[in-house]
């Protein structure tokens, strides 16, 4: 039963993420390349981390977010009735404003260790150009691991700790889902079709 119900909530989580928040094909399109970028990332963890992590953080999570920001409507949402406010508010992951926490922390890193390198013995320490993308990927990757985490035992304790590891598990397998969910899209804009007819549909 406790499985039944852990599929279950992962089913809801992933089912609120795609009715709340891609509405639109071009940021249809952008996960599809994000997820692409991530399953490559995923392979290049067991041969360079530091090199997974630069391709996760600068293609992957750059399109991402971008489709999030920059092309998903934000005002009130017609198709399920609510404002975007309340979907920011009610979000089980990263909202917006918890986005913009951690995309700041992702570019003042790389600054941070250019400026600082061997600061308090903590800032890694580089020579060329090579060493400073292979410390930045390094220093991503933690933070990545590190904003996972802290959402996951942040969810455990605000909510509970089935919500939490759901989640978890939905962030890590979110590029298989997103290759399967929206592996269509880019054709579908080629033809026209700015928003996702279903959501057009449910609207009327």
């Known amino acids: 039963m406790a499985v039944k119900n852990f599929f279950e909530d992962l089913r809801i989580q992933r089912w609120d993420d795609h009715r709340y928040y891609h509405h639109c094909r071009i940021n249809q399109s952008l996960h599809l390349l994000s997820a692409i970028c991530f399953l490559i990332s995923y392979v290049l963890l067991f041969i360079d981390p530091a090199w997974a992590a630069l391709l996760a953080w600068m293609v992957s999570m750059t399109a991402r ?11 009130y949402d017609h198709v399920n009735q609510a404002s975007n406010d309340y979907k920011e508010e009610i979000k089980v992951g990263y909202n917006l404003r918890r986005k ?46 590190g904003g996972l985490l802290f959402r996951t035992i942040h969810l455990c304790f605000i909510k509970n700790i089935q919500t939490g590891l759901v989640w978890m598990t939905k962030i890590l397998t979110d590029p298989f889902h997103d290759v399967y969910l929206y592996h269509k899209a880019p054709l579908q804009l080629l033809r026209g079709q700015r928003f996702d007819a279903n959501f057009l549909n449910a609207s009327h």
């Open 100 to 145: 913009v926490i951690l995309l700041s922390i992702w570019v003042l890193l790389p600054l941070v260790i250019y400026y600082f390198p061997g600061k308090f013995d903590v800032v890694p320490t580089h020579d060329n150009l090579v060493e400073f993308l292979h410390a930045v990927g390094d220093a991503w990757l933690l933070l990545g691991v």
């Open 65 to 75: 977010q971008s489709g999030h920001f920059f092309f998903e409507p934000l005002g």
